[in-house]
């Protein structure tokens, strides 16, 4: 195993446009899923919404210049297609778009490199009006926004990614209910996800066609890191169907331009798959230049011994068969399992599935319940053992062949984690949503510190 990164190894950190940006109201953005579903009781933890978040709006100098002090390489951040064009359809907001241009070029001027995700969930909410994501004219119009910013930016930035985990934007928020926009229906969810799929091919299409030679097109995917809990029979199907469900039914179409066989039978109680039409596969199958995988904890499945399925609705259409264990170890304040394991795995994965195809692992991290000691620093010493044994797996996924351009740590601040409000503390810098002041966590010194060496630091002592 290496000991050190590659010369030009990326260090980055990552956020999201709804959880920090705030703003909701500014500069003619209109309502995004996100803003409709906090509105909606029940949906998110204390009733919380991104309506300031982190301002990172009107922050986004300090932002940057903090960046700058932490020695990041660059930074990953999605832009809000409902401030860009808030309709979702029709004409850019010039107003929407100037946020985007000061805030990458005040990157390129601190040397930070600018990654732009066009999609992390918020969606126009006057798109999910007309039939959100599980009707098809979305994909066209996601298309069209991603033009509309690669011409806006496309002369400033040249690492691109349409989407971030259209798994969770199909069956979190079209089958289990439990993201925006809150549908439950199974059906629904499926063709989501294929016309995620068709966004993503057709956006990639008009990346390509608008943006410069040399830029550089990926999607961020979740793959599911799925063990299963025996190697019975039954337990072995239960790995295979999860598999098919949360990573091939995005990976088969993008990489080998067909949906999974075993995927379209285990779904056939619920849909024909009718809607995908004729040469839609090779439109997804769009070349990419990057991969970028987000890893945070593995899964354990088995089959089903019980009868009595959970009556929750399921991110997992038709795999009522499918019983999820708690993986063993230590626990994040999310009750997600550390394991880095799984991110070498899913890294020697795609270096097997998808040879030549350079990966980065686009989000990494861990939420804990940070607090401010007397003498105003945040101590964090399981978040830096966290990133200390994934940065040893990336490691050793190089030494084993795998080409990983770059890493993004989840996330540069504390922010709004979705249905858990602002109650999870992702951030390496602590934010005091009183006063929205920024303190970097011991994990950020850390951090700093690694990127300067170029090598996995000791976690401190004491
Ligand atoms: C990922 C999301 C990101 C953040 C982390 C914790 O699934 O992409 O926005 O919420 O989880």
Request: charged residues 20%.
């Given at each position: 195993?290496?000991?050190?990164?590659?010369?030009?190894?990326?260090?980055?950190?990552?956020?999201?446009?709804?959880?920090?940006?705030?703003?909701?109201?500014?500069?003619?953005?209109?309502?995004?899923?996100?803003?409709?579903?906090?509105?909606?009781?029940?949906?998110?933890?204390?009733?919380?919404?991104?309506?300031?978040?982190?301002?990172?709006?009107?922050?986004?100098?300090?932002?940057?210049?903090?960046?700058?002090?932490?020695?990041?390489?660059?930074?990953?951040?999605?832009?809000?297609?409902?401030?860009?064009?808030?309709?979702?359809?029709?004409?850019?907001?010039?107003?929407?778009?100037?946020?985007?241009?000061?805030?990458?070029?005040?990157?390129?001027?601190?040397?930070?490199?600018?990654?732009?995700?066009?999609?992390?969930?918020?969606?126009?909410?006057?798109?999910?009006?007309?039939?959100?994501?599980?009707?098809?004219?979305?994909?066209?119009?996601?298309?069209?926004?991603?033009?509309?910013?690669?011409?806006?930016?496309?002369?400033?930035?040249?690492?691109?990614?349409?989407?971030?985990?259209?798994?969770?934007?199909?069956?979190?928020?079209?089958?289990?209910?439990?993201?925006?926009?809150?549908?439950?229906?199974?059906?629904?969810?499926?063709?989501?996800?294929?016309?995620?799929?068709?966004?993503?091919?057709?956006?990639?299409?008009?990346?390509?066609?608008?943006?410069?030679?040399?830029?550089?097109?990926?999607?961020?995917?979740?793959?599911?890191?799925?063990?299963?809990?025996?190697?019975?029979?039954?337990?072995?199907?239960?790995?295979?169907?999860?598999?098919?469900?949360?990573?091939?039914?995005?990976?088969?179409?993008?990489?080998?331009?067909?949906?999974?066989?075993?995927?379209?039978?285990?779904?056939?109680?619920?849909?024909?798959?009718?809607?995908?039409?004729?040469?839609?596969?090779?439109?997804?199958?769009?070349?990419?230049?990057?991969?970028?995988?987000?890893?945070?904890?593995?899964?354990?499945?088995?089959?089903?011994?019980?009868?009595?399925?959970?009556?929750?609705?399921?991110?997992?259409?038709?795999?009522?068969?499918?019983?999820?264990?708690?993986?063993?170890?230590?626990?994040?304040?999310?009750?997600?399992?550390?394991?880095?394991?799984?991110?070498?795995?899913?890294?020697?994965?795609?270096?097997?599935?998808?040879?030549?195809?350079?990966?980065?692992?686009?989000?990494?991290?861990?939420?804990?319940?940070?607090?401010?000691?007397?003498?105003?620093?945040?101590?964090?010493?399981?978040?830096?053992?966290?990133?200390?044994?994934h940065f040893d797996a990336v490691l050793r996924a190089l030494g084993d062949g795998a080409d990983v351009w770059g890493y993004f740590?989840?996330?540069?601040?504390?922010?709004?984690?979705?249905?858990?409000?602002?109650?999870?503390?992702?951030?390496?810098?602590?934010?005091?949503?009183?006063?929205?002041?920024?303190?970097?966590?011991?994990?950020?010194?850390?951090?700093r510190d690694v990127i300067r060496a170029g090598r996995v630091l000791p976690v401190p002592t004491g």
């Open positions: 195993m290496p000991t050190s990164f590659p010369p030009g190894f990326v260090w980055g950190a990552a956020t999201a446009a709804y959880q920090v940006e705030g703003a909701v109201h500014e500069d003619g953005r209109t309502p995004s899923i996100w803003d409709t579903f906090c509105r909606t009781p029940g949906k998110v933890l204390n009733g919380d919404t991104g309506d300031t978040a982190t301002d990172h709006y009107h922050r986004r100098a300090e932002d940057v210049r903090l960046m700058s002090e932490l020695g990041l390489g660059a930074y990953r951040f999605s832009v809000s297609w409902p401030r860009v064009q808030p309709t979702g359809k029709g004409a850019a907001s010039r107003s929407g778009l100037d946020f985007y241009r000061r805030l990458v070029d005040d990157l390129l001027a601190h040397g930070i490199k600018p990654v732009l995700t066009l999609y992390h969930w918020d969606l126009p909410q006057e798109l999910e009006t007309a039939g959100g994501w599980p009707a098809r004219d979305t994909a066209h119009r996601f298309a069209d926004y991603a033009e509309l910013v690669a011409r806006a930016l496309g002369d400033r930035v040249d690492s691109w990614a349409t989407l971030n985990e259209p798994w969770c934007s199909a069956f979190l928020g079209y089958a289990a209910g439990i993201h925006a926009p809150g549908r439950t229906d199974d059906a629904a969810a499926l063709r989501a996800a294929h016309h995620l799929n068709l966004a993503h091919g057709l956006g990639a299409r008009a990346l390509r066609a608008t943006l410069p030679r040399g830029a550089r097109i990926a999607v961020v995917l979740n793959p599911n890191a799925v063990r299963a809990r025996t190697t019975s029979p039954g337990d072995l199907d239960a790995q295979r169907r999860i598999d098919a469900l949360s990573t091939r039914i995005f990976t088969g179409p993008m990489l080998r331009g067909a949906y999974p066989a075993d995927l379209i039978a285990d779904t056939a109680g619920i849909t024909d798959w009718s809607f995908v039409h004729d040469g839609d596969t090779s439109v997804i199958k769009h070349p990419l230049d990057w991969l970028g995988i987000n890893y945070y904890a593995p899964s354990v499945v088995s089959a089903t011994t019980d009868n009595h399925p959970s009556p929750a609705p399921s991110p997992y259409p038709g795999a009522q068969s499918v019983t999820f264990h708690q993986p063993p170890g230590p626990r994040t304040a999310m009750d997600w399992t550390v394991d880095p394991t799984g991110l070498h795995d899913l890294l020697m994965r795609f270096t097997h599935e998808a040879p030549g195809l350079p990966l980065a692992v686009s989000e990494n991290g861990a939420a804990y319940d940070d607090t401010v000691d007397a003498r105003g620093a945040v101590r964090d010493p399981d978040r830096i053992a966290y990133l200390h044994g740590v989840w996330s540069l601040m504390d922010n709004f984690e979705w249905a858990y409000g602002y109650s999870k503390r992702f951030g390496i810098v602590y934010v005091d949503y009183s006063t929205l002041a920024r303190t970097p966590k011991a994990s950020a010194g850390w951090y």
